[in-house]
């Protein structure tokens, strides 16, 4: 075992250990390992229990939403019958297939999990396959497939086909198939809820040194289901393997920190979303940010500004095919909406209808549990720097705007002028509009992205157009100067006139805005107003209210080495890399009281921050050694 910054003791990877307990039926969202196929992302607690899956795609409604309804929410059971047993578990190299060892008085059983993809990539459904092998003695084994409908899905039922029974949830339908599995479809009266009743699959087995079993759920939305041969099921396990060892091997980082870098980049490859190109913010819905309620938010849909940092890592990688899939779903996204400008939309590309709140209890008991986010209708200056920096990088890398995107580029260019005077909900989507500095910054971001743009011949705007834009952008910078600095903290602040700070400012030491002295004030400030320990807060205040936000950490190490503090990003790095669980993955916030996960998991925008921390540390680095031999 090992203890993270805060006391909180945490299992490490390939260690035995006692399963998390279950509260109620719940355990701590460090306990989650998660796999997915590029379509949907499955939630894998330590007990082998899976608490989160909708099926067939990631922004489903789920059927197996037990993560925040433990009685109702619906979940796949697979363990020993004996409840004293130990734990061992840890990826694949360089996979998202898990393996999870238990150990109990009389034997050893492994059990690999997977979301099979297919030959040629992602398969046509969803197909979660469960290989369960015999490793030492025997070990009775239960399982159960019970579905939920507590997240906006319709009641379950059952049908019986000529190829066995199907559960189906409106136009979901599900099918289990699998061999040695010890399946047991008829129920007698009295005992069906006790083995989950006749809407559920279940079964019971005994693995022996050398078993093999396999368990496999199928599932569609709003078409024919296919049952396949649960013996290719199985070979197709060993297949996703070697497709994701080989997406791996085209994964092209060889700096520092590369363990945490390449679970973070696997993390984050689970939630692009095939499909369309579109990246989802983090897989889940509804997790708390605090222990209180009322921040419980879905965050299956694709932001922006999210969007914005994968790409810089996807180019910085070279990983072409996942950043020409992004860059075409958001151009794409945002010329069929007309311009307007959205914080994020589905991940189809349509506009989200709002939000709804669903029955679920939440983790814990820890609601109102929502689908949807209500951040959608917001105004937030700071996107026209997301879409702009993108398309910068993307170009930076060898990449041709067509004229139609130089066209829709200066358009947003053209309203990050006329409108970085207004008043937005800043990147934290708060309720309250202000002049929030870093939304400035973000607008002179936008326009300095524009005129380079233009400068590498990959903009063609009319020659006023140029002007305005650099008159601008000389504006916003004297604004910030004037409006933006609090001399008596030494820092920027969040808004003029107070005295609040604001973590996101520190992403403008990357952006170019400022790499001096008052960067370098701002950063002192924060580690001694934002902190508890090596992580930081969002804002002054808020550590009432929520735990600390990871990725707001991460953006410190990257800014101390943009301003040339060296020695302190890589010390901070240091430790930043050990707050992630026993198999590498990161929620939103930790508390900073005992160190337990809150938020949505995976959460993109945590891993994004590592990522790109350990990219900007390094370079940074390799610049000032440049720097010192050009200086011999």
Same mark, same amino acid.
């Given at each position: ?352 209808? =709002? ?18 986010? +209500? ?121 003029? =006139? ?35 320990? +090596? ?59 005992? =160190? ?37």
């Amino acid at each position: 075992m090992q203890a993270d910054h805060f006391g909180a003791t945490t299992a490490a990877a390939g260690e035995w250990h006692r399963p998390d307990p279950r509260d109620d039926g719940y355990v701590p969202l460090r306990s989650y390992g998660a796999i997915g196929d590029g379509r949907t992302v499955a939630l894998i607690a330590r007990d082998g229990q899976i608490d989160w899956l909708p099926m067939p795609d990631m922004d489903s409604d789920p059927v197996f939403s037990g993560i925040v309804d433990a009685g109702k929410g619906g979940r796949i059971e697979l363990r020993p019958v004996d409840d004293d047993f130990e734990v061992q578990r840890e990826y694949v190299e360089n996979t998202n297939v898990l393996v999870t060892r238990f150990r109990t008085s009389t034997g050893v059983v492994q059990i690999t999990d997977a979301l099979v993809t297919g030959i040629a990539g992602r398969l046509p459904w969803a197909e979660l396959a469960r290989r369960i092998e015999g490793v030492t003695g025997s070990v009775a084994m239960r399982w159960a497939v019970i579905p939920g409908n507590t997240f906006g899905t319709h009641p379950i039922r059952r049908v019986d086909t000529l190829h066995g029974p199907v559960l189906r949830a409106a136009d979901i339908n599900l099918a289990l198939v699998g061999f040695e599995h010890g399946r047991l479809d008829s129920v007698e009266p009295g005992d069906g809820e006790a083995h989950g009743g006749p809407h559920r699959f279940w079964g019971e087995f005994t693995t022996h040194e050398g078993s093999r079993s396999l368990i496999c759920l199928c599932g569609v939305e709003d078409e024919p289901l296919h049952l396949p041969d649960p013996h290719v099921v199985d070979q197709g396990i060993d297949r996703t393997v070697r497709n994701w060892q080989t997406w791996s091997d085209e994964f092209n980082w060889d700096g520092p920190w590369s363990d945490a870098v390449q679970r973070s980049a696997l993390a984050l490859k689970l939630l692009i979303f095939s499909p369309t190109g579109a990246i989802a913010a983090a897989a889940t819905a509804a997790l708390p940010e605090n222990f209180t309620g009322d921040k419980n938010w879905d965050y299956r849909f694709a932001w922006v500004r999210d969007l914005a940092y994968t790409v810089n890592a996807l180019v910085r990688f070279g990983l072409r095919e996942e950043t020409q899939a992004a860059v075409s779903w958001l151009l794409s996204a945002l010329k069929a909406n007309g311009r307007t400008m959205h914080i994020f939309l589905n991940l189809d590309g349509s506009v989200p209808d =709002g939000t709804h709140e669903t029955g679920s209890e939440g983790w814990r008991g820890i609601g109102p549990v929502y689908k949807g986010n +209500p951040a959608g209708e917001q105004l937030q200056l700071g996107t026209y720097a997301d879409i702009l920096a993108i398309m910068s990088q993307y170009a930076a890398d060898g990449n041709i705007l067509d004229e139609s995107t130089g066209d829709l580029l200066a358009g947003f260019a053209d309203d990050a002028c006329r409108r970085w005077q207004e008043k937005d909900s800043g990147m934290w989507e708060l309720p309250d509009e202000q002049h929030y500095v870093s939304s400035k910054m973000g607008c002179w971001q936008a326009i300095d992205a524009a005129l380079h743009l233009t400068e590498v011949g990959q903009m063609h705007p009319d020659p006023e157009d140029v002007v305005f834009w650099r008159k601008n952008r000389d504006l916003i910078e004297d604004w910030v100067a004037e409006h933006g600095w609090n001399e008596k903290i030494g820092s920027y602040v969040m808004y003029p =006139g107070s005295e609040k700070l604001d973590a996101s400012v520190l992403l403008h030491a990357p952006s170019g805005f400022d790499r001096g002295e008052r960067m370098s004030r701002t950063i002192d400030a924060m580690q001694r107003g934002l902190s508890a320990g +090596p992580l930081l807060f969002r804002y002054s205040e808020v550590d009432q209210e929520e735990g600390t936000f990871v990725a707001c950490a991460f953006w410190l190490a990257s800014a101390l080495a943009c301003v040339g503090r060296q020695d302190e990003a890589v010390e901070l790095m240091d430790q930043l890399v050990q707050q992630p669980n026993d198999v590498g993955l990161l929620t939103e916030m930790i508390s900073a009281d005992d =160190g337990q996960f809150l938020g949505n998991v995976p959460q993109g925008l945590s891993h994004l921050a590592l990522v790109n921390a350990a990219i900007t540390i390094d370079e940074m680095s390799r610049e000032g050694t440049t720097d010192d031999m050009e200086g011999q």
